[in-house]
C-alpha cells in the first residue's frame, strides 16, 4: 500500500503525491485520516495489495472468507453474541473524518451470525451518526443481556454512550452517555470490574484538538448496575491516550490498568492499590516517549504473570513479567510500522498466546506465533490490504471451535473475516472424518510397506518410533 505521510495538509499532500493511479477521476489525491486523526496517509495502489505470506501453522488464508463491501471507515470491532441466540455477531463502529474522497455514512453497525456465516448487510444500524473510534461489549446494567459500548470522539466532542442490550439485541437508540467534565475526544475504552464488586466499571483514553490538545483519562464506577453520572477517578496527568487493557501484572488480585501513549508521554501502567481505586499516576512506563498506539496483556512465556505488548510505531514490543517486574524481551522485525491496534489470540491452538498487530498506513495486518514461549520476530502472517486498516477481532464465528480474525479498514472494503482452517488430523489416517480402528489398520498397511505416509514424526525414516507417534495421535484424536 502507499506510503505514510503524517499530520500533513492536503495541499501539502497534493503536492507530494502529484497525479498517480489510484486517485479520484478529479486528480486528487486519495487520503485517508486515522481514528483519532493523528495519521494521515495517502493511497496508491501496489502489487502486494490483497495479498500476503503465511507459515504453515497459521490457520487463515491469504484471501477473506467473508467481507463488508461498504464504504465506511471501522474504527472498532468486537466478536460476540449481542442477541442471545448462541452465536458470535460482529460489531463494527464507524468513524467520520476528513478523508478524500469524502464518506457519507458512519453509523454503527451489527453484522448478525446466520448459522455458520454472516449476514451480508447489517441488520442492526445505530440510530445516532456518531464518530467511534472503539468498541467494547459487556453486561453493564446487569439484566443478563450484553451491552455495546462505543468510544465516540471525533472534532464534534461526541459523548462516548452505551447502547444496552435485551432479549432480541441491543436497542439501537443510546441509553447512557459519559459526561466527562472537561469536553474531548475519547479515543478507547475498557469495560473492567476494577474494585471487584461484581459490576463492569467504564474507562476511557481521551485527547482533544489544538491548542489545548490533553485530557485525562476518565473512569465512570458501576454501583450495581448503576453507572455514575460523574467521573469517579481520573489520571494526574493530562495526555494524549490510545489504547487501554487490564490484569494484575503486579500478583496482589486486584486489576492494574495498561495504557498506550501518544508523542511526548510514556506509556504505563497504573497500579490498582488494593481498594479497587486506582493510583492516579503510573506505577510502571517504558520510559520512551514515543508514538505507541494499543497495549495487551497476555502470559506469553508461560511463566504465570501477563506479559505486556505495546503498539509502537517502530518495531512492536513485549515487555516480560518476572513477579511483577517488567522488561524488554522482544521487538518485531516487519517491513513498516504504524500500529492502530493489537491483540492476543491462540491462533494455531497450540495452548500459548499469538501476538496480532495491524497498522493504518500500509495496510498491513502481521501474526506472530508463540512458540514455546518465544514469538516468532518476522511475520508468520501477513495479509496486506488494499485499504488502511484500523482494529482487529477475534472470536469463532463459523461454529467450528477455531478463532477466526475480523480486520476493520477505511475504504471500499471495510471489513474482511478470514475463518480458521484447522490442521488435517494425522489420527485419521484413511481420511474418512472419523478416528477409528479403520486408521490403524491404514497405518499399519502404509508402515509394513515403507510407504512414506507412515513417516508420522517427520524424521525421514519409517520405523518404530512412527508406530508410537501414530498411536499417541490416535489415543488422543483430533
Request: some cysteine.
Amino acid at each position: 500500500m502507499g506510503s505514510t505521510i503524517r499530520s500533513v495538509s492536503v495541499a501539502a499532500l497534493a503536492s507530494i503525491a502529484g497525479v498517480a493511479a489510484g486517485q479520484p477521476a478529479d486528480g486528487r489525491p486519495h487520503i485517508e485520516v486515522s481514528a483519532d486523526g493523528h495519521v494521515h496517509a495517502f493511497v496508491r495502489p501496489s502489487l502486494t495489495d490483497d495479498t500476503g505470506t503465511r507459515s504453515d501453522e497459521v490457520p487463515y488464508g491469504l484471501s477473506a472468507d467473508w467481507q463488508a463491501n461498504l464504504r465506511r471507515q471501522v474504527g472498532g470491532l468486537k466478536i460476540a453474541d449481542v442477541n442471545n441466540d448462541g452465536r458470535p455477531d460482529l460489531i463494527a463502529g464507524c468513524y467520520h473524518s476528513d478523508s478524500f474522497p469524502p464518506y457519507d455514512d458512519w453509523h454503527d453497525m451489527i453484522f448478525y451470525n446466520l448459522g455458520d456465516h454472516l449476514e451480508a448487510t447489517p441488520s442492526w444500524i445505530s440510530s445516532d451518526q456518531t464518530h467511534t473510534g472503539d468498541v467494547q461489549i459487556g453486561d453493564v446494567n446487569k439484566d443478563g443481556y450484553p451491552d455495546v459500548f462505543m468510544v465516540s470522539g471525533g472534532s464534534g466532542y461526541a459523548k462516548p454512550r452505551i447502547y444496552f442490550g435485551s432479549a432480541s439485541g441491543p436497542s439501537t437508540t443510546a441509553g447512557w452517555f459519559a459526561n466527562p467534565p472537561k469536553s474531548g475526544w475519547a479515543t478507547s475504552g475498557l469495560l473492567v470490574d476494577i474494585d471487584k464488586d461484581g459490576d463492569l466499571d467504564v474507562f476511557t483514553t481521551n485527547q482533544a484538538l489544538s491548542p489545548d490538545p490533553y485530557r485525562p483519562m476518565y473512569m465512570w464506577r458501576n454501583d450495581n448496575g448503576t453507572l455514575d453520572s460523574a467521573i469517579d477517578w481520573q489520571s494526574d496527568e493530562a495526555s494524549i491516550q490510545n489504547g487501554l487493557d487490564s490484569a494484575d501484572y503486579d500478583g496482589d488480585g486486584w486489576p492494574d490498568l495498561g495504557v498506550a501513549k501518544w508523542v511526548n508521554f510514556e506509556t504505563g501502567i497504573y497500579r490498582n492499590d488494593g481498594t479497587g481505586t486506582l493510583e492516579t499516576v503510573p506505577a510502571w512506563t517504558t520510559g520512551d516517549d514515543g508514538t505507541d498506539k494499543g497495549v495487551a496483556f497476555a502470559d506469553v512465556d508461560g511463566n504465570g504473570w501477563p506479559d505486556f505488548a505495546i503498539g509502537h510505531d517502530e518495531p512492536s514490543r513485549l515487555y516480560g513479567n518476572d513477579a511483577g517486574t517488567l522488561s524488554l524481551v522482544w521487538e518485531s522485525n516487519a517491513p513498516f510500522y504504524g500500529q492502530q491496534d493489537v491483540a492476543f489470540a491462540d491462533v494455531d491452538h497450540d495452548g500459548d498466546p499469538d501476538y496480532c498487530e495491524t497498522n493504518f498506513s500500509d495496510g498491513r495486518t502481521h501474526i506472530y506465533l508463540n512458540r514455546s514461549g518465544q514469538l516468532d520476530v518476522p511475520p508468520s502472517w501477513t495479509f496486506d490490504a488494499s485499504e488502511v486498516a484500523n482494529c482487529i477481532a477475534f472470536g469463532d464465528i463459523n461454529g467450528d471451535g477455531w478463532t477466526d480474525l475480523a480486520i476493520g479498514f477505511s475504504g471500499d472494503v471495510c471489513i474482511r473475516v478470514f475463518y480458521a482452517v484447522p490442521p488435517a488430523c494425522q489420527a485419521d489416517f484413511n481420511g474418512d472424518g472419523a478416528v477409528n480402528t479403520l486408521d490403524v489398520l491404514a497405518f499399519l498397511n502404509a508402515w509394513v510397506t515403507g510407504d512414506s505416509s507412515a513417516d508420522i514424526n517427520g524424521d525421514g525414516a519409517v520405523n518404530t518410533l512412527d508406530v508410537l507417534a501414530f498411536l499417541n495421535l490416535w489415543t488422543a484424536g483430533c
